[in-house]
């Protein structure tokens, strides 16, 4: 049976340069070909991991600023998937989106673990999604 996610992205809309940011949480809710919501379980969650990165806001290049973890398993709760990034920092003053891939462990050939080392990010996400803008700014002395 073929089903899909729908989900979003709650983040922070303001940061400084390398301070913590509030958490940012990505949240799924499965359904089938016709829209019927299915609800999830803990057996929809395995193999799964959901990435963050940065895109710049106008979502034409993928920026290497953000430090933290930003692979996670996500976890159930209410019958949806979620998944919260904290302590996230970004590295860069400006304008940007996170963009949030889902996509199952098993399609990235060679992967060895979780972490902000994840390098090999398939092309084949179950769900893709953007925050609203995040607007970092510089230290003030």
């Known amino acids: ?5 729908l989900g979003t992205v709650d983040s922070p809309r303001y ?5 913590p940011l509030g958490a940012v949480t990505v949240t799924l809710e499965r ?3 016709n829209g019927t919501a299915l609800g999830v379980e803990e057996v929809h ?12 806001e106008d979502g034409t290049t993928d920026v290497e600023y953000l430090v933290g ?6 976890a159930v709760v209410d019958n949806k998937m979620v998944a919260t ?10 304008s940007y989106r996170f963009h949030v891939r889902v996509f199952n ?3 990235v050939p060679h992967f060895s673990g979780l972490g902000s080392g994840l390098s090999r990010i398939p092309t084949n996400s179950i769900f893709n999604g953007t925050s ?6 510089n230290h003030i002395h």
Not at 47 to 52: F, S, T
Not at 69 to 74: I, K, L, R
């Open 45 to 56: 969650t395995v193999g799964l991991v959901v990435n963050v990165g940065l895109t710049l």
């Open 85 to 94: 990034f904290g302590r996230l920092r970004v590295q860069q003053p400006g």
């Open 1 to 5: 049976m073929e089903h899909r996610y």
């Open 105 to 107: 462990i098993c399609a």
């Open 69 to 74: 973890d930003t692979a996670v398993s996500p």
């Open 31 to 33: 359904f089938d070909a």
């Open 132 to 137: 609203k803008t995040l607007v970092i700014g």
């Open 15 to 19: 940061g400084m340069v390398n301070e």
